[in-house]
């Protein structure tokens, strides 16, 4: 039988196709490309077509997707990346068609989400997600891009009777996984009632994927949450007892960044620790202010929070990483996004400037 997977020696090189031409490509691509390098994946190329032929077989036309093959052949591609959701049958039309696996832009980040889980909820979680997203692929050709897992699932070359009995296998370990999470969330939902006899206002950090909220939590309650210049750092939610004031206690927690797109699987498996923010009393907002897309993330996130029934939290917004403003634009960069987000508190949690206003700030809000 074929091998499915191999442990990881080498950067896998991949070939990453965007389609552009609609409103808001130009930031998917920069994406895209964001979520392929924290997977360590090696881009070999990265293609940008438009697509004007849409036939069901590839989701374009054959020749282009032929083209498209060739190419990936040409400078010897490990994988294909495509930043769409092909259907499970047109995903596997293109591994037929290039004869190496393709990836979506949701499979990349399960796959994040994968080798980022260390705790066993947020393991169970990923593993859920994995599965619901692998149930309909049974077919998918799968390369091991991980580096502290061993093996995947995968059933390329089967016939169609060990399909339907992987079918069947997966139905029940995702139904057994499903048990173990409602196990975990009423564990969660018992420390949640503790927390509560403290009677303590609690404070959600939210925000995009990488935009600081780790690393406020950390400037803010001398923690030492793993932050990182990549996406999806954190999978879990940390909670720390926090003084704005003194006198003022309240408790603040980290949670899992957003993203454009989260794939539904993901959003539904990690919906208990995504309910940290709707739980809270007060959302705490964060923002890169120099991320070109922050206009964008702002809307990704209030959507997220919206699907999670937190959208009539009272928040605050603060806009991190002034630091990074270009300087001879900095004060004007500033005054525009303040005028755009209007209340909101500008710091920048590397330098430490702003901290105290935005202390300041918690304490009044969270005395309400
Ligand atoms: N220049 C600059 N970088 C910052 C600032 N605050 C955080 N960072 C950096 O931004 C990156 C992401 O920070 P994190 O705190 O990990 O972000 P996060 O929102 O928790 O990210 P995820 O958990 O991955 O969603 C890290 O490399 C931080 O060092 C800041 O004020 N200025
Ligand atoms: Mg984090």
Request: glycine letters at 6%; a neutral charge.
């Amino acid at each position: 039988m074929q091998k499915l997977y191999e442990t990881q020696e080498k950067p896998k090189r991949a070939f990453l196709v965007s389609i552009v031409g609609s409103a808001g490509s130009e930031s998917q691509v920069r994406e895209i490309n964001g979520l392929a390098e924290t997977l360590g994946l090696q881009i070999a190329a990265h293609e940008k077509i438009r697509v004007r032929e849409k036939s069901p077989k590839f989701g374009m036309g054959s020749g282009k997707a032929e083209e498209l093959a060739k190419k990936a052949a040409d400078i010897s591609a490990d994988l294909l990346v495509f930043d769409w959701a092909p259907s499970p049958s047109q995903q596997r039309n293109w591994e037929e068609l290039s004869g190496i696996p393709v990836l979506d832009r949701q499979e990349l980040i399960i796959r994040i989400f994968a080798d980022r889980a260390t705790t066993r909820e947020a393991e169970l979680q990923v593993n859920l997600a994995e599965l619901t997203y692998f149930l309909p692929r049974l077919t998918h050709k799968y390369i091991d891009l991980s580096r502290q897992r061993g093996g995947r699932y995968g059933t390329k070359g089967a016939g169609e009777t060990k399909l339907e009995t992987d079918r069947r296998k997966l139905e029940k370990r995702i139904n057994q996984l499903e048990k173990d999470i409602e196990q975990v969330r009423k564990q969660r939902q018992t420390q949640r009632r503790q927390r509560e006899r403290n009677n303590l206002p609690v404070c959600a950090i939210v925000g995009y994927t990488n935009a600081g909220k780790s690393s406020l939590l950390n400037a803010l309650t001398g923690s030492d949450v793993q932050t990182e210049d990549k996406l999806f750092v954190t999978l879990d939610a940390v909670t720390r007892r926090f003084q704005p004031a003194p006198g003022v206690s309240v408790l603040l927690t980290d949670t899992v960044g957003f993203i454009r797109n989260l794939p539904h699987s993901l959003i539904k498996a990690f919906r208990s620790t995504l309910e940290e923010a709707s739980l809270a009393d007060i959302l705490i907002h964060i923002l890169d202010a120099c991320d070109p897309d922050i206009d964008r993330n702002y809307e990704t996130t209030l959507s997220v929070l919206q699907e999670l029934g937190a959208k009539e939290l009272p928040v605050l917004t603060v806009l991190n990483k002034i630091d990074c403003l270009p300087v001879e634009s900095g004060e004007n960069a500033l005054d525009g996004l303040q005028d755009r987000f209007p209340d909101s508190i500008a710091v920048s949690v590397k330098k430490g400037t702003g901290l105290e206003a935005l202390k300041e700030r918690i304490a009044m809000m969270s005395k309400k």
